[in-house]
Each structure stands twice: as C-alpha cells, then as structure tokens.
C-alpha cells in the first residue's frame, strides 16, 4: 500500500483532516441526505475517504456510484470499501465526473472551495431536471457594514502583531500612541503606529489571510452588524456562463467608510450552510469601500472562483 505514503492527510483535497473534521460541513450534509437518498441510486462526485457516501447508506441508499479523480485518494478509496465490505454498495470509479455522464436519481458532492466554483463545482452541476442535486442552491452574498476611518486604516497596514492598541473607533490619536507608549514599556515590543493619512476615496482590497492587530474578526465584523446588499443562486449549469455580475448601490455610503465582505455558501430547502463557519476559512476579497461616487460592480467568474470589483 506504497499510496498511503503519499496521502497528506492534513492538506489534499477529499481527505485533509481540516475538512473531513468539519461538523457543521458534515451536518449540514447528514440532514440533507437523510430527505432523498432512501432507496435511491446515487452518484457521489469526490469520494475522498467515502464520508458522504456512508451518510447516505446510513439514510437507505441503495447503491452509490462514487468518482474519485485522483489515482492515490482512489486507491485509499478502495481500500477503506474493501475493509468494511461495502463492495456490493458502493461502486469507485477513477474518473473526473462532468454532466455528459447519465445522472443518477440523486447526485452529491462537496467539491467546492472557499470560493466556490475553483475545484470545478460549476462543470458538475445538472443540464436540467434529471437528477436530485444535493445540496441544490449555491450562492453568493456581498454583506456591508459601516466602518469606523481608524478600523478601516487597520485593515488597511495589516499589522503582523497583536501587541498593539488599536481599539476600532476613531478617538483622539494621541490617547491611543499614549497607551501603546505604555505597553511598550511594559512588554518586548516596538511601538509601530500605524498609518494615520486620509484614506483614498474608492475601492481598498486586504488580504483575509495576513493577519491584522484583530486577527481574522474584523471580517466577521460586517456578518455581525451588517446586511446583505447584493446576491446571486445558481443551481443550473449553463455552457454560456463565464460569470456572474452583481451591481451594489452605493448612494447611501457617499462620505462613509464601508466593509464589503463577500460569503459564500450552498443550501438545500431550509438548510443554509456559509463556507465561512467552517473549515474553508473567510472568503477571498474582501474591500474597503470609501466615499464611493459610482455604483459597486462586482464579477464572480464561475471557472476561477475569482471575485473582483
């Protein structure tokens, strides 16, 4: 079994720990499966370790015709349906699965990353009405939130450290330089203010993976305060499709620093499930939006998963 050597369990897609530890993913699966597979033949699109084919022969499923692209995921794929038996129920084909192939009466898949489309997810979904897809709505949010100018000029330098004061709301510059001054004196650190200019009125992109003097909050910062001002759901594949544009209103926002944070997600009747609670991280692409004088466009290419303004 010379292919276990070279299965990274910690970063290949299908079966990084990372993902196949996912409760919330593995949930949201769970429950939605449990309403269509029973007695069903199904077609699984990434087997990985096999999770969400044994949640569905766990809810009835009769038999599972699973694709697993990848020769070594295939072989550890063999493996574990060797071991447990399942070789009657579950049928691993090493293929890439597309939708030329005839559909199954319900298909699944999590082929999906942060932002959505990249692993391919678009190429699979169905022509039309022939098989169940689950989960079967896939979908992009831009949620906003008013910001603060020093927040917005954090996000902005993206400090590398958390010995910092940087309290988020705009207050006298000298109290905060004061208190680092202070920190300083007390703790192994150089006080590095950050930097205080006028920011530029228009569109400033951060990278969600650097860290900022906040860490990662400042992005759920529009989730918890803010709203949704622009959306769209695909469940279809259509071959014309390079990407989906989305115009966001900006009238109300002249004079005003916003957060713009793009969140990602896929849902199937009343289950909803945001990559961004889970192990994928926050999604790519978040902006800062200052004294905007034109509406916002925003493009979400369906073959790159790529966002841009």
């Excluded at 022939?130 to 079967?136: A, I, K, M």
């Amino acid at each position: 079994m010379s292919f276990l050597s070279r299965i990274d369990w910690f970063n290949h897609d299908g079966v990084n720990l990372g993902m196949i530890n996912d409760f919330m993913r593995n949930q949201f699966y769970d429950r939605i499966l449990s309403r269509y597979v029973a007695n069903q033949r199904c077609t699984d699109i990434g087997f990985g370790t096999g999770l969400l084919s044994m949640l569905a022969l766990k809810h009835g499923a009769d038999h599972v015709r699973a694709f697993e692209i990848d020769h070594d995921r295939y072989l550890l794929g063999r493996e574990i349906i060797q071991r447990l038996g399942l070789d009657n129920k579950i049928e691993l084909v090493n293929e890439c699965y597309d939708n030329s192939y005839r559909p199954s009466t319900v298909t699944f898949t999590e082929t999906v990353d942060g932002n959505l489309w990249w692993e391919g997810l678009w190429n699979s979904l169905p022509r039309g009405h022939e098989t169940v897809f689950l989960p079967g709505t896939y979908f992009l949010e831009m949620w906003a939130v008013e910001i603060p100018a020093s927040f917005a000029k954090g996000l902005g330098v993206q400090e590398q450290t958390n010995r910092v004061f940087a309290p988020g709301v705009d207050v006298d510059p000298a109290f905060v330089q004061t208190v680092n001054e202070l920190i300083c004196e007390t703790a192994d650190c150089v006080y590095n203010p950050m930097i205080l200019d006028n920011l530029t009125p228009g569109i400033m992109q951060f990278d969600r993976q650097v860290g900022t003097v906040w860490n990662w909050i400042p992005y759920m910062r529009a989730v918890q305060a803010g709203s949704v001002v622009a959306s769209y759901s695909a469940t279809h594949w259509d071959e014309d499709k390079e990407s989906f544009t989305l115009d966001v209103d900006t009238k109300d926002w002249r004079d005003k620093t916003v957060l713009i944070v793009p969140r990602l997600g896929m849902a199937q009747d009343n289950d909803r499930l945001y990559l961004d609670t889970g192990h994928w991280g926050p999604g790519e692409s978040p902006i800062i939006l200052s004294n905007p004088h034109t509406s916002l466009v925003v493009e979400h290419s369906v073959k790159t998963g790529l966002i841009t303004y």
